[in-house]
């Protein structure tokens, strides 16, 4: 076990310095910098102020160099500054991660208490109506995208009340700041949950057909306890492996949905420093992301073994 | 017994070869992939005939008609420049069906390049292949895509590309367990006993067997393929003007026009999800006909 871990957490650094490495140059493959943008809005073309504001930001320097200088003082805890606002890039990116996170939280708390219920009815009711009408929204979910999903949930939310559930600061009560971060996390939440239904209940058909299960049915337990004590308990764990993935799936569904309802979390952050060729914040927002997947990940494989005393890993 | 069942399933291989008969059959055993095949013919007719079946231009803006409600000069409405939605959503199937098919096969053919050697040739190649795939793997779809689709420029081939790098891990995962499965079996042993070349046997035999599980994971890839122009479009990060993509037309419109001209935001959002509805229902029919093991 101790041996595997430490495979693992090897491979996993290794996994993460391939990332850097990507990001980094695919940064760099970059037409035009900051400094190319900033002299064509402003409508500059002193090329002397140009390689200044070049050599300010340390861009003059070979690329290697550039990339020495990022790790070196990310495993120092210097992330740089941002380019747009010249405050140190972790002033920037630290406030806005709870926001985000909170977001991320409910969305997920959203799918596992919709999904899991969902896919075992769903499974337990296999071919009757119930069952096509809950796999087809289940699908309809899944095809939607997040952000349209978002718009339609302000437009309802005109149509009622008048008004855009609008992000604020400081929420006046505990209960505007649920709804606030609600409802773009139904938004969010919604698909997520589409694919954690579909797969529980492909996982509880699978632990249905088993023998162990027409046993327990033979000695005269009742259908709940059939369904909840017996099935459930075996079909949840490839369910719980899907934790993951759903991390990543997760991201992409913040990004456009902090977008649409305007709330300033990382995942907004991420695609303005993209469009402002922003690096430092760039490359720590990916290098950020891409450490918690697969991190989360990890946790999953260890809760998994945890899980499941059948499985040991060894190595 | 089994002599019955022969003599019905020789009465019924004519009818299966002609290709009415198959489709008779597949419509009848799977109706909702039908109705998922039927949603995709209707997007590809679209893309197809687009100049048919619109009264106007996509591209050509008129003062007079923005922001016209829907009605019978207009069946879904106009735009802020007085474009018809209509003909926008109809020559968009063009983007999207080009985008989600273009980076769907370019995906496919790069991820089976790193999944093939991965698993037949095993050793140092399927290390070095591995480590690629968990890179790759540990980045969001949409972040990535995101990245490179800014480093890239704005165009809608380097959108295609954008999308087509991300979808790699997956395909090379399949392609590679299933090459792992495949290389020991006894037509690969029997191949090389009469003197086939390693490389003939991996793209001749080898390959060819992993189609199944691959037709199935580019259903899927396509509908996502899909969300992702749409999302990296609603971004601005995607397809530039004045194509008529879904998701940049949702981005113009976005939470402004909810109030004002909500048949901006209906329309282009229904097509995206129709069609994406249209490939999983297929997917997911595909995946029963194709891959009996997962079937439910």
Partial sequence: MLAYLVRRFLLMLLTLFGISVIIFA????????????????????????????????????????????????????????SYVSERPALEEILPRIPITAKLAALALAFSILLGVPFGVISAVKQNTWLDYLLRVVSLSGLSMPAFWLGLLILMVFVAQFGSIPIYSEEPKSFWDAFVMFAIPAAAVGFRSSALIMRLTRSSMLEVLRQDYIRTARAKGASDSSVNYHHALRNAILPVVTVIGIEAAFLVGGLIVTETVFNIPGVARFLVEAIRWRDYPIVQNLVMFIAIIVVVVNFLVDLLYAALDPRIKYSD | ??????????????????????????????????????????????????????????????????????????????????????????????????????????????????????????????????????????????????????????????????????????????????????????????????????????????????????????????????????????????????????????????????????????????AISLVVFGTNLLGDALRDLLDPRLRH
């Avoid at chain 2, 059959?25 to 095949?37: D, K, N, S, T, V």
């Fill in chain 1, 26 to 81: 695919l940064l760099r493959l970059v037409p035009g910098n900051i400094a190319d943008i900033l002299f064509d809005s402003a409508g500059l073309i002193n090329p002397a102020e140009k390689a200044q504001i070049e050599r300010e930001l340390g861009l003059d320097k070979p690329i290697p160099v550039q990339y020495a200088i990022w790790i070196g003082g990310l495993l120092h805890g210097d992330l740089g500054y």
């Fill in chain 2, 1 to 270: 017994m089994s002599i019955e069942y022969d003599a019905e399933l020789a009465a019924r291989r004519p009818r299966l070869r002609r290709p009415a008969g198959r489709l008779r059959l597949f419509f009848y055993r799977h109706p909702l992939g039908a109705i998922g095949a039927l949603i995709m013919a209707l997007f590809v007719f679209a893309a197809v005939f687009a100049p048919l079946i619109t009264g106007y231009d996509a591209l050509t803006t008129d003062a007079a008609a923005s922001l016209a409600r829907p009605g019978a000069a207009h069946w879904l409405g106009c735009d802020f420049m007085g474009r018809d939605v209509y003909s926008r959503i109809v020559y968009g199937a063009r983007i999207s069906l080009a985008v989600g098919i273009g980076s769907t096969l370019l995906g496919s053919v790069l991820g089976i390049l790193v999944g093939l050697p991965s698993g037949y040739l095993g050793g140092w190649v399927d290390l070095l292949a591995q480590r690629l795939v968990d890179i790759l793997q540990a980045l969001p779809l949409l972040v990535l895509a995101l990245v490179m689709a800014a480093s890239l420029g704005p165009s809608l081939e380097n959108v295609i590309i954008a999308i087509a790098i991300p979808l790699i891990p997956y395909v090379a995962r399949v392609v590679r367990s299933n090459t792992l499965v495949l290389r020991e079996l006894p037509f690969v042993e029997a191949a090389k006993a009469v003197g086939m070349s390693e490389l003939r046997i991996a793209i001749r035999h080898v390959l060819p067997n992993t189609m199944a599980p691959l037709i199935v994971l580019a259903t899927a890839q396509l509908g996502s393929a899909i969300l992702v122009e749409a999302s990296l479009s609603f971004l601005g990060l995607g397809i530039p003007e004045p194509y008529p993509s879904w998701g940049r037309m949702l981005s113009e419109s976005a939470a402004e026009y909810v109030r004002t001209a909500p048949w901006l935001v209906i329309f282009p959002g229904i």
